[in-house]
């Protein structure tokens, strides 16, 4: 029997007297890419930040791969493989492209600096040189993110997450604020990942989100209202209506 990658049940979170997420349940299969649509305020980032441990639910239990999560901090969240990306990029801009992804695999490997191989030197610099070729960046590692649009520093804060070697992936809107092309290139990005990796998404470009999902939560007020396939949910009057009309395409943050 396949254990499910993530399972939250009876979630309860609270700041002061607002009811953020009340009695909350969610499943996300293994190898899974499990899609999360709601309106502004719905609580989807404040699910986020305590399924990666940023912040402590009141009540309910969160387990990874059949093993509980609730007590385990962020950083040991990580290194069981719940890796995040952030609503708003959030690579270093000052950094080059090379340096990124170099920070990236000495979070993976847990290791110092001065421990790790100078480029050019040992396995570090033919990992980098690998992931540089593998997106595209082929004689730009040298290239200050900074200087990168937008949309190609979502795809270093993507290439970063994955260096982290995540088996559940959370990617809070990493289409926000991209054109049309460049969030069909994210979308493709995350459609061929390997299905070794469950991937939990919030996104507001719902037809984009629709064509990467295998299955669809639709959240409201702090809970899940509604769940299933891309298909059930679209044929959903109420959810069509409320959630995937246009108001939809006009999410903010939360």
């Known amino acids: 029997m396949t254990t499910d990658a993530l399972t ?33 305020g719905a609580g989807k980032t404040t699910l986020f930040n305590v399924i990666s441990g940023q912040i402590r639910q009141e009540q309910g239990t969160i387990q990874l791969f059949g ?44 290791h110092s600096t001065a421990f790790l191989p100078r480029r050019g030197e040992g396995t570090l610099s033919e990992t980098v040189n690998e992931v540089l070729e593998e997106w595209s960046w082929g004689g730009r ?34 289409m926000a604020g991209l054109t049309e092309q460049e969030s069909d290139r994210i979308a493709e990005t995350i459609a061929a990942l390997d299905r070794s990796i469950s991937v939990l998404l ?32 679209s044929d959903d009057e109420l959810v069509r209506e409320v959630y995937l009309g246009t108001s939809a395409g006009h999410e903010g943050r939360n």
């Open 8 to 40: 939250i049940r009876g979630l309860h979170k609270r700041f002061r007297s607002l009811r953020v997420i009340t009695g909350l349940d969610l499943t996300v299969a293994q190898g899974e890419r499990h899609v999360i649509f709601g309106p502004n």
């Open 141 to 174: 590692g040298d290239t200050v993110v900074g200087t990168l649009a937008y949309g190609e520093q979502r795809r270093v804060e993507l290439a970063t997450a994955l260096l982290q070697k995540p088996r559940l992936l959370l990617l809070d809107e990493p």
């Open 202 to 233: 919030i996104e507001h470009h719902v037809s984009i989100a629709l064509q990467i999902a295998d299955r669809v939560s639709v959240m409201h007020q702090g809970t899940m209202v509604a769940s299933g396939t891309p298909e059930q949910i």
């Open 67 to 110: 093993e509980p999560l609730d007590r385990v901090p962020v950083f040991r969240r990580a290194r069981r493989g719940v890796v995040r990306t952030q609503q708003v990029s959030s690579v270093f801009r000052e950094l080059t492209l090379r340096e990124n992804l170099e920070l990236a695999l000495q979070a993976q490997t847990a």
